[in-house]
């Protein structure tokens, strides 16, 4: 082993003394238990860190999924909406009519029920001739027993001619003459009614 040069290395001048100089001790060499302990920490941390990734990655993707999935739900509730209101609105006038129905039905007969209704249906003639008014058996009865003026009337010179009919409903009546019949029942009116509304 050969000695070090000292005029390579030139003199070091110091302004003072030194003092509490001391030689640096070697720092020992780290034990195998602790160059584990430091191994193992740096790899947990890795693995933390990794895991913090993926699961901000996973967390992106699942957040756009999600953004995705609502977009097609407004977009379908959008689309949807006409049809569901169609729907609606068919629904509520076949909730309308049918409690109408049952209004109606539930409606008590009285003559001048069945005399304003008989009258309504003539007024829609003209030139008819003769005219023969089917009304219920029941209803002809209450028109009789009230002695009501629409049974003397005459139309165009013509007296109307009263049958009864099982096929007329009560509160309503069929108007028949040699141009045709008008159907003035309650349900024909109705009918008649539902289809003008959803038309």
Do not use: Y
């Not at 909406?81 to 409606?107: D, H, I, K, N, W």
Request: charged share 30%.
């Amino acid at each position: 082993m050969t000695r070090p040069d000292h005029r390579l290395l030139g003199t070091i001048q110091f302004g003072s003394i030194l003092r509490d100089v001391r030689r640096e001790e070697p720092k020992p060499e780290p034990s195998i238990e602790e160059l584990l302990r430091v191994r193992e920490e740096e790899a947990f941390e890795r693995g933390r860190q990794a895991g913090e990734l993926a699961l901000r990655e996973s967390l992106l993707q699942q957040r756009g999924e999600f953004l995705e999935l609502q977009r097609g739900v407004l977009n379908h509730l959008q689309n949807s909406l006409p049809e569901v209101m169609a729907q609606c609105e068919g629904t509520m006038v076949q909730l309308a009519f049918e409690v109408a129905s049952r209004l109606v039905a539930g409606m008590p007969i009285s003559m001048e029920i069945v005399q304003s209704v008989v009258r309504e249906a003539v007024s829609k003639l003209t030139d008819a001739g003769r005219i023969t008014v089917q009304v219920n058996p029941e209803d002809l009865e209450l028109l009789q027993r009230a002695n009501a003026p629409v049974l003397t009337e005459e139309i165009t010179g013509e007296r109307l001619t009263f049958e009864p009919s099982n096929q007329v409903t009560r509160g309503g009546c069929v108007l028949r003459t040699r141009f045709g019949s008008i159907d003035a029942r309650r349900e024909t009116k109705l009918e008649q009614l539902r289809n003008a509304v959803a038309s």
